[in-house]
């Protein structure tokens, strides 16, 4: 657990810090204007409960989606193929940087989850992954398209599967 926190702490931006701190101060303020309007009691309830709403909220939704705007990116699946005389699964795809921003390092990740014919036996699958393989891409300019391969191996399941791509950027 703690070398998962040293490295979400190492891959923060100026940008992260600057949302935390913002939301800090929010709930601050917060804080303390509930504490001044203690009078009022309802807006002063009001206000203690919007500033921890901050304090939780602002920083996760707001590093989401600060992510997903400058690091976009579209991954694309060209073909994926089972191999016959050895137990892995070749794919092929592309990546390609939508963000107005060169990106350092794109860690690209294939997941291989089974199917059902039941929607939320489906959807369930999705978080349960038989087999995940990454690969990391160095230098994208914007605008650039970078195709990539990549080996899923050993795969030894031979029922049906269902396989997607994602890519995290920065």
Do not use: W
Not at 118 to 143: M, P, R, T, V
Request: with cysteine.
């Amino acid at each position: 657990m703690k070398a998962k926190i040293t490295a979400f702490i190492d891959t923060l931006i100026m940008y992260d810090y600057i949302l935390f701190g913002s939301a800090f101060v929010l709930f601050i303020l917060f804080i303390i204007l509930g504490i001044v309007l203690r009078k009022k009691i309802v807006l002063a309830i009001f206000l203690i409960i919007l500033a921890f709403m901050i304090l939780l909220l602002a920083p996760t939704l707001g590093y989401v989606k600060m992510h997903e705007f400058l690091f976009k990116n579209t991954t694309t699946l060209t073909s994926q193929k089972k191999l016959e005389f050895t137990q892995a699964i070749v794919v092929k795809g592309s990546i390609k940087n939508e963000s107005k921003f060169d990106f350092t390092s794109c860690k690209i990740t294939a997941k291989v989850h089974k199917v059902s014919k039941n929607k939320l036996k489906n959807y369930l699958y999705q978080f349960k992954i038989i087999k995940k393989a990454s690969i990391i891409e160095e230098d994208i300019q914007k605008g650039q398209v970078k195709d990539f391969k990549l080996f899923i191996e050993p795969f030894t399941y031979s029922k049906e599967y269902n396989l997607t791509v994602g890519a995290k950027c920065k």
